[in-house]
């Protein structure tokens, strides 16, 4: 049974930072590029940083470069999303997902098969 779990979330103050872990089980963790989302209420489900099965290519957002931080270790099976200099409008539910994709980094939500339930990330302005 796959199963990706999130935690790291909570509530910070505007500036402050956290950082989110994804640890994976009953796959074969190098085998998938791992995404992290997010999505506010009312609205969709966006790309936030992707990285490669080796952790050799990443992608951000354009609204989190040079603020996130995506990093994964293999040998524990788990994603990382360093997020500093938070912002109110990073106020969201993250969630990681997996995409078993040996390639590049696809950033399409519909390329991502598996989901963890999310964690929720409030920041206070």
């Known amino acids: 049974q796959v199963q990706l779990v999130e935690s790291g979330g909570g509530l910070v103050q505007a500036g402050g930072s956290l950082r989110l872990s994804c640890a994976a089980s009953?796959?074969?963790?190098?085998?998938?590029?791992m995404g992290w989302f997010r999505q506010a209420p009312g609205k969709e489900r966006d790309i936030v940083a992707a990285?490669?099965?080796?952790?050799?290519?990443?992608y951000y957002a354009d609204y989190v470069k040079g603020r996130f931080t995506i990093s994964r270790d293999n040998a524990k099976n788990t994603v990382y999303l360093q997020m500093n200099s938070l912002k109110f409008e990073d106020t969201a539910v993250y969630y990681c997902?997996?995409?078993?994709?040996?390639?590049?980094?696809?950033?399409?939500?519909?390329?991502?098969?598996?989901w963890g339930q999310g964690t929720q990330v409030t920041v206070a302005s």
């Open positions: 997902a997996a995409d078993r994709n040996r390639g590049g980094i696809r950033v399409v939500r519909a390329s991502y098969e598996r």
């Open positions: 009953g796959l074969t963790f190098s085998n998938y590029a």
């Open positions: 990285i490669s099965w080796s952790g050799g290519t990443t």
